[in-house]
């Protein structure tokens, strides 16, 4: 077969309903063998094929067979569906008119938080944050699915993953252990969009916590009590120092204030009291790889919801570096019956918890 009959028989079957199907459908799975290249694989192209024909019961099995008995698509080195070898040119110029087209995710993203839906929010946000490589011990569909059908429902995720998919966001992808929901075809410039417009959402909602306010106040208590109990220290470290008092006040106590930060996409903020440190972090809900990822300890992480994997906390920490027992960590719920979980102890921690309502602090 010549590349321009190769082009011709793609056309004929895409032009006419024939034996091998209807030719949207025809349209459809080619666009995806298109789109996914080495990530072709029977299970892939079934999941996503029967997400955008909006019928989970649609199966393109019958009619990739009959697309490689047409000589339109072979099987690669892994068992993926690709174009006949030879003919990369003519399938590339033809079949990427078929390839569906996403939604640019900023607007997506706007429609689904002026609907206040907080589900399906939460998931493109762990869309944006996580790698399709995912992070050690987890692929990033895992995280995906544990973290929403935890906090929502299995049945939610689920429902999101083919929505998804069904509304061209996203695409599902296994190749052997590998396994993410790619969101594909948006530029760099694009992304940033949707990160601005989701970062922008959270300020306004986080800044808005009672908690917030409370915990500048502690703070400012605490920072009070140390400069009336540290005032004599102060007067003679200042003079063996030789530094200005005012330096050594701050020494004694110092805190940043609270502002966005734009990666994990929560409140934070760092206090030194007597020579201690604490880094804060203000949220309404904290997922594995925000605990995971984050890097600066000792760290109270202030959640107004219970983690649903808060009794498991090894367990999430599972393969990550650095492990557990190299961190300080500390996870307070103020709002969900007064408890924290904490692996390190520290007397401004201590201090830090009793004076927002901490009664009982578990160790992990």
């Known amino acids: 077969m010549t590349p321009e009959e190769y082009r011709m028989q793609i056309l004929k079957l895409t032009d006419t309903d024939t034996d091998t199907g209807g030719s949207e459908d025809i349209k459809t799975l080619l666009g995806l063998v298109y789109l996914l290249k080495e990530y072709s694989s029977e299970e892939t192209l079934a999941r996503n094929f029967s997400a955008l024909r909006s019928d989970e019961h649609a199966d393109c099995r019958t009619l990739l067979k009959a697309l490689r008995r047409k000589k339109i698509l072979g099987r690669g080195p892994f068992d993926e569906y690709i174009c006949r070898p030879g003919y990369e040119a003519v399938f590339d110029e033809v079949v990427s008119g078929f390839a569906v087209t ?47 059908s935890e906090r929502f429902s299995p049945s939610t995720f689920h429902a999101l993953e083919q929505r998804f998919i069904a509304d061209k966001l996203c695409l599902y992808v296994r190749k052997r252990a590998h ?19 989701l970062r922008a959402k959270r300020e306004e909602e986080l800044f808005q916590m009672h908690i917030v306010r409370r915990v500048e106040e502690e703070i400012r208590i605490l920072i009070g009590l140390s400069k009336r109990e540290r005032r004599e220290w102060k007067e003679i470290a200042a003079t063996h120092a030789a530094m200005p008092e005012e330096d050594i006040e701050k020494l004694s106590g110092y805190f940043s204030g609270f502002k966005m930060n734009e990666d994990f996409l929560f409140i934070t903020g760092d206090m030194l009291i007597d020579r201690d440190t604490l880094y804060l972090v203000i949220t309404d809900s904290l997922s594995r790889y925000d605990v995971r990822e984050w890097r600066e300890d000792p760290v109270v992480f202030i959640s107004s919801e219970t983690p649903a994997w808060i009794d498991r906390v090894k367990k999430v920490f599972n393969d990550a570096y650095p492990k557990l027992s190299d961190r300080k960590i500390a996870i307070a719920l103020p709002e969900s019956g007064g408890v924290a979980y904490a692996n390190f102890k520290q007397d401004l921690l201590s201090r830090f918890l009793e004076r927002i309502g901490i009664t009982e602090i578990r160790a992990f």
């Open 102 to 148: 996403p939604p640019p995710i900023s607007a997506y993203l706007d429609t689904v938080l002026k609907e206040g839906d907080r589900a399906a929010a939460k998931m493109i946000e762990l869309l944006l944050k996580v790698d399709i490589h995912g992070i050690a011990g987890y692929t990033q569909y895992r995280m995906l699915e544990e973290e929403i």
């Open 179 to 197: 396994e993410f929901l790619w969101l594909y075809n948006q530029s760099e410039e694009e992304l940033k969009r949707a990160r601005e417009v």
